[in-house]
């Protein structure tokens, strides 16, 4: 029973990795909305959809309940990674910045290992490893090459980036006690802060045309939104170590949705990139190792 929950916990958070692989193509039709006025935007809507569910499955805010300390993961984890982003992005060249940023899996695969009950094994590793070896050919799609040639400040924050969203799912599955209710509260919270970074160094543009506006209430009600739940109930009660691997579907999936849409071509290099990563997270989830499981777990008994 247990391990059934545990695979249905893990659907549930490859759930927000689908989701997350249509943020580019819907934040690319959401017009000319800057950064954090759209990331203000989306996760309003994402908080407040959350909440809109409440009613109708007994939530009351005695259930929220939970440590100071829950709080600051989950909102330190979503404003701070989403910050960091953006301040990377405008202050390094794009394809390093999200090379950098990308490195997360792999950070969630190796700090697992240090969650009770976790155990790291090679394979998982190795996975991860394939994963940003197609991380790594994605972003260097039609570019020369890496050149490192940005500020210190773009760089420190796509490491930033990168640390923040392991650590704020690492420790997210430490504090499984906490309901992923809360999410709605870190969006909220969320969505309050990049408000006054909006004000603080933005200009206002609002979405142009029902189509626009039709991305932006996408972007909040999935990869803005739902996902952030499906992350945390995954990373909570799934298999930390293969939702790791498997987040390098994410990058993967929004390329091939971009050169469905014509906003990008195929290329060699693009189906090297999904051969790799879809070797890795077969490679991370065991199931090519299964023997060497067994093996070891008849020798340890």
């Known amino acids: ?74 909102v330190g984890g979503l404003f701070g990674y989403h910050f960091f982003y953006y301040t990377a992005l405008r202050n390094a060249p794009v394809a390093e910045a ?12 190796l700090g697992s290992a240090l969650l009770p009950g976790e155990r790291l094994r090679w394979f998982h590793v190795a996975g991860a490893l394939a994963g940003f070896t197609g991380a790594v050919l994605l972003v260097l799609r039609g570019s020369g090459g890496l050149e490192f040639s940005g500020s210190w400040i773009g760089y420190g924050s796509a490491i930033a980036c990168a640390f923040l969203w392991s650590s704020y799912s690492i420790l997210s599955r430490s504090q499984k006690q906490a309901p992923t ?45 739902l996902a952030f739940y499906a992350w945390d109930h995954g990373v909570k009660h799934g298999n930390i170590q293969l939702l790791g691997g498997a987040a390098y579907f994410a990058p993967l999936l929004s390329t091939v949705l971009l050169v469905a849409t014509g906003f ?38």
Not at 12 to 41: C, D, H, K, Y
Not at 54 to 70: E, I, K, T
């Open 181 to 225: 209710d809360a999410v709605a509260i870190y969006c909220l919270a969320t969505a309050a802060l990049s408000a006054l970074c909006h004000l603080a160094f933005e200009t206002t543009v609002w979405p142009e045309g029902w189509r626009q506006w039709l991305a932006v209430a996408g972007l909040g009600l999935m990869p803005v939104g």
């Open 98 to 109: 999200s090379l950098i940023a990308y490195l997360w899996p792999m950070l969630i695969v």
């Open 1 to 74: 029973m247990e391990a059934a929950r545990a695979v249905n916990a893990t659907a549930i958070g490859f759930l927000a990795i689908l989701m997350w692989a249509i943020l580019a193509l819907l934040t690319a039709a959401s017009g000319a909305v800057p950064p954090f006025q759209l990331l203000a935007m989306t996760f309003a809507l994402g908080g407040l959809a959350g909440i809109a569910t409440w009613p109708f499955r007994g939530v009351r805010l005695a259930h929220l309940r939970v440590p100071p300390r829950v709080w600051a993961i989950g």
């Open 264 to 301: 990008a071509q195929w290329s060699a290099q693009l189906v090297i990139a999904c051969l790799a990563i879809t070797f890795g997270a077969v490679l991370a989830s065991g199931r090519l190792t299964r023997g060497d499981a067994t093996i070891e777990k008849a020798s340890a008994q």
